[in-house]
């Protein structure tokens, strides 16, 4: 197991955003986590990825060495350690994801020099290697991202992230706000990159084709609670609760 979530509850005033949630990671999976807006899934993400504070329940992460740390208890440093090292973040908007005033070359770099890497040539054939990786031209490595497409930005944001080869990756609607052929080529590059890194990844999309195409296992949300889990292709092909009958449904009629 390398992330354990465990009856986590959180409350804005009346609305309950989380009510008992549990949920368990392998290495190597990819775990969706679908449902409409205001279902809760972007703030599990958030919990998880200790962002937020859970006002019950915890989360258990496994650190590379095996052990078990309570994501609510560490203290910022270690939270920034762990972000620098072993966890990264895919977000909906890569200019979230990026500072937007550094070359392309600089933003992947950056989390090169942040996880100890101090050598000029190497960061830059890495930076540029890893351009390559996402399909990018990495002859634009000294551009800013400002003259990049959003499509690219994703894909820049990707680069940035996994370059330190991560354990544990959280990624909010990666595909979120593009074009439908962009998210296609996308959500492939993505699946190529999990596979070949063996990456642990915690997807939150509202899209359940992604979901299919991605994930491992999948849980349905709705109104702050889990309805549904299990693995991906049971979960959709045999739809047991009636949310995620109608989610199913509400695709196949699109």
């Known amino acids: 197991m390398i992330l354990r979530a465990g009856n986590l509850s959180l409350a804005f005033g009346a609305v309950r955003a989380l009510d008992g949630v549990s949920l368990d990671l392998w290495p190597g999976e990819v775990l969706a986590v679908v449902g409409e807006s205001g279902s809760g899934k972007s703030t599990l993400l958030r919990v998880l990825a200790g962002q937020m504070r859970p006002d019950a329940g915890r989360v258990l992460y496994a650190d590379a060495t095996g052990a ?13 350690r762990l972000w620098r090292s072993e966890w990264g973040f895919v977000q909906q908007n890569p200019r979230d994801g990026l500072r937007m005033g550094v070359s392309a070359g600089g933003n992947v770099g950056e ?6 890497c101090r050598h000029y040539g190497t960061i830059r054939e890495e930076a540029a290697e890893w351009m390559r990786r996402v399909e990018l031209d990495p002859a634009r490595m000294d551009d800013s991202p400002r003259t990049f497409s959003g499509g690219m930005q994703q894909r820049l944001q990707i ?21 439908v052929s962009v998210q296609a080529k996308l959500l492939d590059l993505i699946r190529g990159l999990v596979a070949d890194l063996g990456l642990a990844v915690v997807l939150v999309t509202h899209d359940i084709a992604a979901a299919r195409l991605l994930a491992h ?15 991906t ?16 449904a509400s695709v196949l009629a699109a």
Request: charged residues 30%.
């Open 159 to 179: 680069a940035r992230t996994l370059v330190t080869r991560p354990r544990l990756v959280f990624m909010d609607e990666p595909t979120g706000g593009l074009d």
């Open 111 to 116: 989390r090169l020099m942040a996880a100890g």
């Open 233 to 248: 292709d049971r979960v959709l092909d045999d739809p047991r609760h009636e949310y995620t009958q109608l989610l199913v």
């Open 68 to 80: 078990e740390r309570e994501i609510g208890a560490l203290t910022e440093a270690e939270l920034r």
């Open 217 to 231: 296992r999948i849980v349905v949300m709705r109104h702050g609670r889990v309805v549904e889990q299990g693995l």
